[in-house]
């Protein structure tokens, strides 16, 4: 499952759930009062922003990746992320076995472990010029 981002003017911007969720965020953040416009970025249904209010977004995110707000944040978020000790596989609770007592545990290949799931979630700073671009030629966008 998908995020797909539809610009008035043709462009389109897309990211899986793992990567659109933290980019979403990370605008939400950054621009509390204009993204409010949008009604709401976690879910396909078709909110968006206008033609001026994106460019307006763009210019911002374009002065937070220059200022190095961005990588800061990308940075902190990653070392947070990677500080996080692993949790107990749920599927196997543990044991690295499921199913058939021989099989070896699929989720976690027998180690009883998994990274926590906000792991999963990524952002980089490459995620934030690509969404700018797409902002200042959007035309406005509509999120499916
Ligand atoms: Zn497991």
Same mark, same amino acid.
């Given at each position: 499952?998908?995020?797909?981002?539809?610009?008035?003017?043709?462009?389109?911007?897309? #990211?899986?759930?793992?990567?659109?969720?933290?980019? +979403? &965020?990370? %605008?939400? *953040?950054?621009?509390?009062? @204009? =993204? /409010?416009?949008?009604?709401?970025?976690?879910?396909?249904?078709?909110?968006?922003?206008?033609?001026?209010?994106?460019?307006?977004?763009?210019?911002?995110? #374009?002065?937070?990746?220059?200022?190095?707000?961005? +990588? &800061?944040? %990308?940075? *902190?978020?990653?070392?947070? @992320? =990677? /500080?996080?000790?692993?949790?107990?596989?749920?599927?196997?609770?543990?044991?690295?076995?499921?199913?058939?007592?021989?099989?070896?545990?699929?989720?976690?290949?027998?180690?009883?472990?998994?990274?926590?799931? +906000?792991?999963?979630?990524?952002?980089?700073?490459?995620?934030?010029?690509?969404?700018?671009?797409?902002?200042?030629?959007?035309?406005?966008?509509?999120?499916?």
């Amino acid at each position: 499952m998908g995020m797909d981002v539809y610009g008035k003017s043709g462009a389109y911007f897309r #990211r899986n759930v793992w990567g659109w969720h933290p980019l +979403a &965020d990370l %605008v939400c *953040r950054l621009a509390p009062e @204009l =993204t /409010a416009k949008c009604k709401d970025w976690s879910t396909n249904e078709g909110y968006g922003l206008g033609a001026r209010d994106s460019k307006k977004l763009a210019q911002i995110l #374009r002065a937070k990746l220059a200022d190095g707000t961005i +990588a &800061d944040f %990308v940075a *902190r978020r990653d070392a947070r @992320l =990677t /500080a996080m000790p692993d949790e107990t596989c749920r599927y196997c609770n543990g044991t690295g076995r499921r199913g058939d007592p021989d099989a070896t545990c699929n989720a976690c290949d027998g180690a009883g472990k998994q990274r926590p799931s +906000a792991t999963w979630y990524r952002l980089s700073v490459a995620d934030a010029e690509e969404f700018a671009s797409f902002l200042e030629s959007c035309g406005g966008f509509q999120i499916c």
